[in-house]
């Protein structure tokens, strides 16, 4: 985990791939890079501290992926799949 | 007289912001541990050392921005712009130690506005138990305002924060320098353009900013297309500056900054980062096989344990109220008033208290398991499901207390977030199987359907009839709320959020607080109520009387005296007498007409008038048809209690000598009984949680009309 | 039929009940609409619509 964040660093920003959160495995963190969208559902998330930056987490997931408990600036919170396919993150490395 | 000074108290939810009004002024209300528990405005009088303010508790909200106009309150309450409340000299701001990010951004709004605000730092014992070593004198340094560490539910820091308020009401409010100055800029311009009464700048601000939002709805309620073109202007021109990131992304990152570097400098702990749900017990209840086997363990435990607790105690109480009765009407003299007291006013009390237990088991369990954690886990399993209907996760909690009252259930939809959500809830929550519907699925279960017994005895018939009608009352919720939701609130259902707390042990005072709440709305809101309804059917079914009836019985009266052999003889023959009386004088009173005239109505379903009256009666309170059965069968005494009234009800029969009361007649009835909406005081609140008596009888309405249907559909297709 | 001292005694009793029951609810209503207690605009979603 620690080997791919560092790893992260010494990738050029334009290389990484962007994924939303929902794709994020269970149990794994990634930095915020956006929050898509310009209205009420992403004001919302924005508000709640899930801002660029941030790194966050998937805590768990409920029956079929939906909803997710994530964590993010260390606070975890329920969303549903919809509001986390908004918040888009860095790719884990490992994963390409 | 000068007015008293208003303090406006603002914070996130669950910062135990209503606590720490309730330690102001003495007020007590509920705390919950789902976001959104307060959405009232209530406000309450506190004494500062020598002088009373007024304060005003907000509804818990994470922003200023607002999405719509019950969000935008908080604003319009802290600019003044409320209808009955000045602007405030003081906004105290409620924030959460334990969470203490989130409840800065909120701050770093607030302190933009110009007025003094204090921050009242809640559950700073929490905190500290975590191991938070935050310096509460450098934060405040770092935020520029007094800062007051406090645990309001022990009353801990109250006193500090009384000074600290006094202090501030002296002094006058410095506005922060704002986070976003372009869009400052933007709208002191946009200010001066518009025509008409000039909004407020952190208004003007919020419509720049907030696409979609409510400020941005005023201003082009207000200004029309042209200021919706000027808006849309000035987003183009600021987005492009800040390098296509939208507005809020931007106010969101800058406000977080600020809030980290105070947080920083302040010595706090930074974010902890989580482990993914390893404890034993969660990935027991969260797995996606154990979790909803742990879920269905847990429900039918809890329906088990009510029944089992609850019925005794219900057939204790029923006991005792129709001993008493019975005990008084023996001694008390024949007549109006008697009969008042005694088939009016106590049966009336008697209907009341009956539903207690079931009441207080259920809500003690729903209560247990919400604030040990568990329903937060169960509202997350079941949001999926929910969904499908038209419901959210959040409605869970509601839907399970409509088995014992929905009255303190409607009530409880506030917790669901979402708008649209809530009312298809509040739809749904009727058709839960109440306590109240209990009584009468007994007796026609009991009176009407066969005993059987399947796999050597392990399942009883009466016990199957007893869950379909649970799993109709569930089916039927399901399908209304989807209807409503497809019929009358189309749309997108909008954003979830829910919090889910650490797995604990409740504190039982906490727990009896909030019992004791549930259990006096039943008792204030339903329970007078219900009480009433007892009182007015008793008279629709005393009045008028007929001469010639009473006359009648007492010449047979007087035969059945002389003819008497023994004491013991004629006594029970008098007493058939006055059953007989009595139901002779129902049938020639008001409610004895109405069920006639109604007859053709519940032709359909197999009902005679007899059956129509007692149902009637119902529609005010469904509990008081059981008594009127058995005024109108003529049940000699009300000790007979339910075996009696059978037998009475299996001897009822049509002119032409068929029995009303068959197998396919009964089973309508219990489905009739199981869709209708037969309970004024939850019209009431639907009408009072909905804010429009449309709903209300909409409600009322549909759920009449359906039950008359599916009763009909029954009855038909088993005869 | 013949009305008699306790029949009239009676009926306002239940007149009395009722009327007090009733003027409850309706000064809770009176209250909550004051404060605006009451959270769900209805007539605001079907507008909105």
Not at chain 2, 258 to 263: A, E, R, S
């Amino acid at each position: 985990m620690l080997d791919s964040q560092s790893a992260f660093a010494s990738v050029s920003l334009t290389l990484t791939r962007e994924i939303g959160l929902d794709e994020l495995p269970t149990g794994h963190g990634s930095e915020i890079r956006a929050v898509t969208g310009d209205g009420q559902v992403s004001r919302e998330l924005l508000t709640l501290g899930l801002v660029p930056g941030v790194h966050v987490q998937v805590l768990r997931r409920g029956i079929g992926g939906d909803p997710l408990e994530i964590a993010a600036g260390g606070h975890p919170l329920c969303l549903r799949r919809d509001q986390t396919r908004m918040i888009r993150v860095l790719a884990p490395i490992e994963e390409t | 007289m000068p007015r008293r000074p208003l303090i406006a108290v603002l914070g996130c939810p669950n910062t135990g912001k209503s606590t720490v009004f309730n330690r102001l002024t003495g007020l007590r209300q509920r705390t919950g541990n789902y976001p959104g528990v307060t959405v009232e405005k209530i406000t309450g009088v506190a004494r500062l050392g020598n002088r009373e303010v007024d304060l005003v508790d907000l509804p818990g909200t994470y922003s200023l921005a607002a999405d719509g106009p019950e969000s935008g309150i908080t604003l319009d309450v802290v600019l003044g712009m409320a209808e009955g409340l000045p602007r405030p000299d003081v906004v105290l701001l409620v924030a959460d130690a334990t969470n203490l990010r989130r409840s800065l951004y909120l701050f770093s709004q607030t302190r933009e506005l110009g007025l003094p605000v204090a921050v009242a730092l809640n559950m700073q014992d929490v905190a500290e138990r975590q191991g938070e070593r935050l310096d509460v004198r450098v934060l405040a340094q770092q935020v520029s305002a007094p800062v007051a560490p406090m645990t309001a539910n022990r009353g801990k820091g109250v006193q500090g924060l009384r000074s600290i308020l006094e202090r501030l009401l002296a002094e006058e409010g410095v506005s922060a320098v704002p986070v976003m100055p372009e869009v400052r800029e933007a709208a002191v311009d946009l200010q001066a353009d518009l025509v008409g009464p000039a909004p407020e700048l952190a208004c003007v601000e919020r419509a720049i900013i907030d696409t979609g939002g409510e400020f941005e709805r005023r201003l082009v309620g207000a200004g029309g297309q042209k200021a919706r073109g000027t808006l849309e202007n000035i987003r183009r021109r600021l987005r492009r500056q800040m390098g296509d990131e939208s507005l809020q992304s931007r106010e969101a990152r800058r406000r977080y900054r600020q809030v980290d570097q105070w947080l920083g400098q302040s010595g706090a702990a930074g974010p902890q980062s989580f482990a993914a749900r390893t404890g034993w017990l969660e990935r027991l209840v969260s797995h996606p096989v154990s979790g909803p086997v742990v879920f269905l363990a847990v429900m039918s435990a809890v329906f088990q344990a009510v029944g089992a607790w609850a019925a005794p105690l219900m057939d204790a109480i029923s006991t005792f109220f129709e001993e008493v009765g019975a005990w008084a009407l023996v001694r008390l003299p024949d007549g109006a008033l008697s009969s008042l007291l005694i088939d009016g006013l106590w049966s009336g009390v008697g209907a009341v208290v009956v539903f207690v237990p079931q009441i207080i088991f259920l809500f003690a369990l729903v209560l247990f398991l919400e604030d040990c954690g568990y329903m937060a886990r169960a509202s997350f399993l079941m949001d999926r499901l929910l969904r499908i209907c038209g419901l959210s996760g959040q409605s869970f909690i509601p839907l399970l207390s409509g088995f014992a009252c929905a009255v303190p259930a409607i009530m409880a939809t506030r917790v669901v977030g979402d708008r649209r959500a809530r009312l298809a809830t509040i739809v749904a929550i009727p058709l839960m199987t109440c306590s109240a519907r209990l009584p009468v699925y007994a007796l026609l279960i009991s009176g009407f359907v066969p005993p059987a017994y399947f796999l050597n005895g392990w399942i009883n018939l009466h016990g199957l009839i007893l869950l379909g009608l649970y799993v109709l009352g569930i089916a039927g919720g399901a399908v209304s709320a989807f209807l409503t939701r497809r019929i009358a609130l189309r749309g997108a259902g909008a954003s979830f959020f829910m919090e889910m707390p650490p797995f604990r042990w409740p504190n039982p005072r906490v727990l009896s607080l909030k019992l004791t709440a549930k259990v006096r709305v039943f008792l204030t809101r339903a329970g007078t109520v219900i009480a009433a309804a007892c009182v007015i059917i008793w008279a629709l079914g005393y009045f008028p009387r007929s001469d010639v009836i009473a006359a009648d019985f007492a010449e047979r009266r007087a035969t059945v005296e002389l003819a008497a052999e023994g004491p013991d003889g004629s006594d029970y023959r008098l007493r058939r007498l006055n059953a007989e009386e009595r139901a002779a004088q129902l049938e020639f009173s008001l409610l004895g007409r109405v069920g006639k005239a109604i007859e053709p109505v519940f032709r359909p379903l197999g009902w005679d008038w007899r059956v129509s009256a007692s149902v009637v009666a119902g529609f005010p309170a469904r509990e008081v048809v059981i008594g009127v059965m058995g005024t109108v069968y003529a049940l000699g005494s009300e000790a007979e209690g339910n075996a009696g009234l059978r037998e009475r009800l299996q001897a009822s029969r049509w002119p032409d000598g068929r029995p009303v009361f068959t197998l396919a007649m009964a089973l309508g009835l219990l489905v009739f009984y199981a869709f209708a909406l037969q309970c004024v005081s939850t019209v009431a609140v639907i009408g009072r949680e909905t804010n429009s008596w449309r709903w209300a009888a909409g409600a009322w309405v549909y759920m009449s009309g359906f039950a008359w249907l599916a009763g009909m559909l029954t009855y038909q297709l088993a005869a | 039929m013949t009305i008699g001292f306790q029949e009239i005694v009676a009926l306002a009793i239940v007149v009395v009940i009722v009327g007090a029951v009733v003027f409850r609810r309706l000064r809770a209503r009176r209250r909550i609409k004051r404060t605006g207690e009451a959270s769900v605009k209805v007539d605001e979603i079907s507008r909105r619509r």
